[in-house]
Nanobody, 114 residues
Framework: QVQLVESGGGLVQAGGSLRLSCAAS????????LGWFRQAPGKEREFVAA????????NYADAVKGRFTFSRDNAKNTVYLQMNDLKPEDTAVYYC???????WGQGTQVTVSS
């Protein structure tokens, strides 16, 4: 089983950028598709982006398409979410997870001020 630890969140002004990282343990990391998800206060957790095991194929939620970029470095057992042009509605705790879904980590808080 792959264990995942998210980092890189913080407080940023609208229009700013952040890069989230998700470090994985486990020798089978490169065989998993991976996704980023987020949960805003009082809302359900939602899908943000996904990448295939190779990283060749990606998919994004409409709300972030064109602003967020999902990449992975299998040699470093790490995936990234580059977030540009951040908006206040992007404020949430961000999580990464495998496909199929495994245990959720603690996530990393992203707060975008207007």
């Amino acid at each position: 089983q792959v264990q995942l630890v998210e980092s890189g969140g913080g407080l940023v002004q609208a229009g700013g950028s952040l890069r989230l990282s998700c470090a994985a343990s486990g020798r089978t990391f490169s065989s998993y598709g991976l996704g980023w998800f987020r949960q805003a206060p009082g809302k359900e957790r939602e899908f943000v982006a996904a990448a295939s095991s190779s990283g060749r194929f990606t998919n994004y939620a409409d709300a972030v398409k064109g602003r967020f970029t999902f990449s992975r470095d299998n040699a470093k057992n790490t995936v990234y979410l580059q977030m540009n042009d951040l908006k206040p509605e992007d404020t949430a705790v961000y999580y990464c997870n495998t496909f199929p879904l495994g245990a959720w980590g603690q996530g990393t808080q992203v707060t975008v001020s207007s």
